[in-house]
C-alpha cells in the first residue's frame, strides 16, 4: 500500500470477482441486442476494459468526457461535455459506464443528454455508489459496490489525476489533501 492510502475499501480480488459477477449479468440480459458500451473518460476507463471482456456478446465501444472535479474532491455541478460519441446512437442499446454516482449530477446530465438521441434503450452501470451524497434522482441499473461517504482513489478514480493505476480502492488519506 502507498502511504497517500489510509485504507484498502475493495482489494483487486474483490474487484475482479464483481466485475466477473457484473459482466455474467450483462450478457444475460444484453442477449439480442445491440449493445453500444458507453464509457465515461477517464474514470471509468479501467473498469469498463475489465468489463466488457467479461460480456459475452457482440458490442460497439464509445466514449464520452465530460468536466468534471479539477483537482478538488468537492463537486462544482457543472456538466460541460469535453468529447462527445463518434456516432449515432437510434439503433443502439446503451450501457453507461461511470466509475462512481456521487451527487448524481454528472449522470442525471448524461441520461437525458443521450436520452434526447432516442437510442432504443439506456442503462447505467456503476463500479462504485455514494447513495449518501445523492442530488439528483437517478437510476442506476448495475452497481458493482457501494461506499461510505469517503473520499476514494484507484481502478481508475483520481486525485488531482494521480492513482488511477492502482489495482484496489482505497480511502485517500487526509494529508494528501489537506
Ligand atoms: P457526481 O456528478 O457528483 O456523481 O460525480 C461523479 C464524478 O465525480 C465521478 O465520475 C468521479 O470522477 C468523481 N468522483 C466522485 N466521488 C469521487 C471519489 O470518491 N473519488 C474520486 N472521484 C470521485
Ligand atoms: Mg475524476
Redo the contacts with the bound molecule.
Keep these: 500500500m502507498i502511504k497517500e492510502v489510509e485504507r484498502i475499501l475493495i482489494s483487486e480480488q474483490e474487484l475482479q470477482d464483481r466485475v466477473k459477477e457484473m459482466g455474467r449479468q450483462i450478457t444475460e440480459d444484453y442477449k439480442g441486442k445491440n449493445l453500444l458500451v458507453v464509457s ?1 473518460l477517464k ?2 476507463v479501467i473498469f469498463a476494459s475489465d468489463l466488457v471482456m467479461e460480456i459475452k456478446l457482440p458490442l460497439t465501444m464509445d466514449f464520452m468526457a465530460v468536466s ?2 479539477g483537482a478538488s ?1 468537492k ?1 462544482s455541478g457543472v456538466v460541460r461535455i469535453l468529447k462527445d460519441l463518434d456516432q449515432q446512437v437510434a439503433d443502439k442499446d446503451i450501457l453507461i459506464i ?10 442525471h446530465y448524461l441520461i437525458e443528454n443521450l436520452q434526447s438521441r432516442k437510442p432504443r434503450s439506456i442503462k447505467v452501470c456503476c463500479c462504485l455508489d ?1 447513495p449518501s ?1 445523492r442530488k439528483a434522482d437517478v437510476q442506476v441499473d448495475y452497481i458493482g459496490f457501494e461506499v461510505p461517504d ?4 484507484g481502478y481508475g ?3 488531482a489525476q494521480k492513482f488511477r493505476n492502482l489495482p484496489y480502492i482505497g480511502i485517500l488519506s487526509k494529508e494528501a489533501y489537506s
Design positions: 465515461i474514470g471509468a468534471s472535479y474532491t463537486s461511470e466509475d462512481i454516482v456521487d451527487t448524481g449530477l454528472t449522470l455514494k451524497r469517503e473520499f476514494v482513489v478514480l483520481d486525485y
